[in-house]
T-cell receptor, first 117, second 110 residues
Framework: GAGVSQSPSNKVTEKGKDVELRCDPISGHTALYWYRQSLGQGLEFLIY????????KSGLPSDRFSAERTGGSVSTLTIQRTQQEDSAVYLCASSLRGSQRGAGELFFGEGSRLTVL | RKEVEQDPGPFNVPEGATVAFNCTYS??????FFWYRQDCRKEPKLLMSVYSSGNEDGRFTAQLNRASQYISLLIRDSKLSDSATYLC???????????FGTGTRLKVLA
């Protein structure tokens, strides 16, 4: 497709289970971002990828959260031992440019809504 | 102090009104600024970039005030379809982060 694709769109899980969220960015976009948005809140930065490497993981809230990107394309965000406070919409975005010199437009996917019971 | 701050609103305005939002940022070295729009339960989408000299796109005007470290968004002749949350975004130099404000909610009333 032409846009950023995320799956699943909705995920309901039990506390303590692991979940994987997937992001397929726009073809050719080298930069990929994960954000989290809780109900009525702003976007919280989680992690950024330039190619397959993640120069900035500072936003990951705990060591239960990890992310990887392979082939400079698809990214997976994994949350281990989910907690109720992990419930949120997880948004992925990609950008054609991710350089320190300039910031390109972020294109967002529709998000993965995670509910932890 | 938050890195990017916005008045959450809501701003309730009648159709045809002019409304303005401000956003303050804490890092004086910031160089790239944007306004994004987010409709209810949808993903954010770029509304416009904010340039040093100010820029206009139809009914929308964005301004940057470096001395006071804020950016503004002016919407003229408000339409019902302008109802949304407007997110201020700052990209810090030397980082790859886009920092989002919590957003200002606008409701345009018939």
């Amino acid at each position: 497709g032409a846009g950023v694709s995320q799956s699943p769109s909705n995920k309901v899980t039990e506390k303590g289970k692991d979940v994987e969220l997937r992001c397929d960015p726009i073809s050719g976009h080298t930069a990929l971002y994960w954000y989290r948005q809780s109900l009525g809140q702003g976007l919280e930065f989680l992690i950024y990828f330039q190619g397959n490497s993640a120069p900035d993981k500072s936003g990951l809230p705990s060591d239960r959260f990890s992310a990887e990107r392979t082939g400079g394309s698809v990214s997976t965000l994994t949350i281990q031992r989910t907690q109720q406070e992990d419930s949120a919409v997880y948004l992925c975005a990609s950008s054609l440019r991710g350089s320190q010199r300039g910031a390109g437009e972020l294109f967002f996917g529709e998000g993965s809504r995670l509910t932890v019971l | 102090r938050k890195e990017v701050e916005q008045d959450p609103g809501p701003f309730n305005v009648p159709e045809g009104a002019t409304v303005a939002f401000n956003c303050t940022y804490s890092n004086s070295a910031s160089q790239s600024f944007f306004w994004y729009r987010q409709d209810c339960r949808k993903e954010p989408k770029l509304l416009m970039s904010v340039y040093s000299s100010g820029n206009e796109d139809g009914r929308f005007t964005a301004q940057l005030n470096r001395a006071s470290q804020y950016i503004s968004l002016l919407i003229r002749d408000s339409k019902l379809s302008d109802s949304a949350t407007y997110l201020c975004v700052v990209n810090y130099p030397g980082t790859y982060k886009y920092i989002f404000g919590t957003g200002t909610r606008l409701k345009v009333l018939a």
